[in-house]
């Protein structure tokens, strides 16, 4: 029996995104779509790529009807909206699964320091943060997923195995990372107009992105010791894509064969996470529309420095595909189902 599925906030980057995975998803009923600017406006006509493939209408939000028509709900909303609903739908019986912040964090105290007052902050023991391949058992008995920020993915992925391992020091990590356009969302912003990023590159919010906290905490959890990443981001003139550039303190007398035998054998079962070999370097291009995460390897000798690289499509593996990865877990399904589409070449 196919799982019905409603996505909330169904007409962003993210959204569009999941509606565009669950739709061909073979044990998904894509059931219903909400937005709060386009109700009653079919989707296709939104989205032109969608035309005479999906046929759904976008509609208001209705807590009753979403708990009628699904099993389980995609909160793909800005920040603070998506925390206002979720306890309604998590009483109903519903699974959640947020692409927000809302959830993502354990310290209360912590969110509200990047974001704003917490209106259900007894739900966040509970949210399973949603980084797939590390927190597979407790996304698979959760109701409630807080999916990871896009630049987190990209650095925590390739951090993890190595800090747990300790072949790296804790200390002085320097995570620099660009983004496509898209990362910033699909409201008309103007650092995010055509003109504006167009021929240009640049680094925002440097000292205070709201993804900092969420990489510092996740990898002070993960390995037992308070953990602060330096994470400059960057925005690109792309569409879509992400890579992260990561340098950090190699442990001595170490070659680059150990650190990249760690991460090979980290993921080794991850059908999503490929470890390049060496003086092979990720290129956003070759993940681009899907849920890998490529991931490459230096070390410079003389400086004791690893460099590590990865490369995500931001609204892929960086929002939808690692939600729907989730949903996977969450309900029993093989963990790719859905998102195991060959890369394009081109």
């Given amino acids: 029996m196919k799982v019905r599925a409603a996505v909330i906030g169904a007409t962003g980057y993210a959204g569009a995104e999941l509606v565009r995975i669950l739709s061909g998803h073979p044990d998904v009923d894509l059931r219903?779509?909400?937005?709060?600017q386009h109700a009653g406006?079919?989707?296709?006509?939104?989205?032109p790529a969608f035309r005479r493939r999906i046929g759904l209408v976008c509609e208001a939000y209705d807590p009753e009807k979403v708990c009628r028509e699904a099993d389980v709900v995609f909160t793909a909303l800005p920040h603070q909206l998506p925390m206002g609903i979720v306890p309604e739908l998590l009483r109903k019986g519903l699974k959640v699964i947020d692409l927000s912040a809302d959830f993502r964090f354990k310290s209360r105290k912590c969110y509200e320091a990047f974001y704003q007052p917490h209106t259900a902050p007894e739900l966040l023991q509970e949210s399973v943060y949603g980084l797939s391949e590390w927190y597979r058992d407790a996304i698979r008995s959760a109701r409630l997923i807080g999916n990871p920020g896009c630049y987190p993915t990209s650095i925590l992925l390739p951090l993890l195995p190595l800090l747990r391992a300790r072949l790296i020091s804790p200390k002085g990590i320097i995570a620099d990372s660009k983004s496509g356009v898209s990362g910033a969302g699909r409201s008309a912003v103007v650092g995010s107009l055509y003109c504006e990023v167009a021929e240009s590159f640049k680094a925002y919010k440097v000292g205070n992105h709201r993804h900092n906290p969420e990489i510092d905490e996740v990898l002070s959890l993960g390995t037992g010791h308070e953990i602060h990443v330096t994470f400059i981001p960057h925005l690109l003139p792309m569409s879509r894509g992400m890579l992260s550039t990561i340098y950090a303190e190699a442990l001595p007398d170490l070659d680059e064969n150990v650190f990249r035998d760690c991460l090979k054998t980290a993921y080794a079962e991850c059908a999503f996470v490929r470890i390049l070999d060496a003086k092979q370097q990720p290129d956003t291009r070759n993940v681009r529309g899907t849920n890998y995460c490529d991931i490459g390897c230096h070390l410079d000798?003389?400086?004791?420095?690893?460099v590590l690289t990865s490369a995500i499509d931001n609204l892929v593996k960086g929002a939808a595909g690692q939600a729907v990865q989730n949903m996977n877990l969450m309900m029993g399904f093989d963990e790719t189902s859905g998102l195991d589409?060959?890369?394009y070449p081109l």
């Fill in 32 to 36: 219903l779509l909400t937005s709060r």
């Fill in 301 to 306: 000798a003389s400086y004791r420095r690893l």
């Fill in 341 to 343: 589409a060959i890369p």
């Fill in 41 to 47: 406006v079919p989707i296709e006509r939104i989205f």
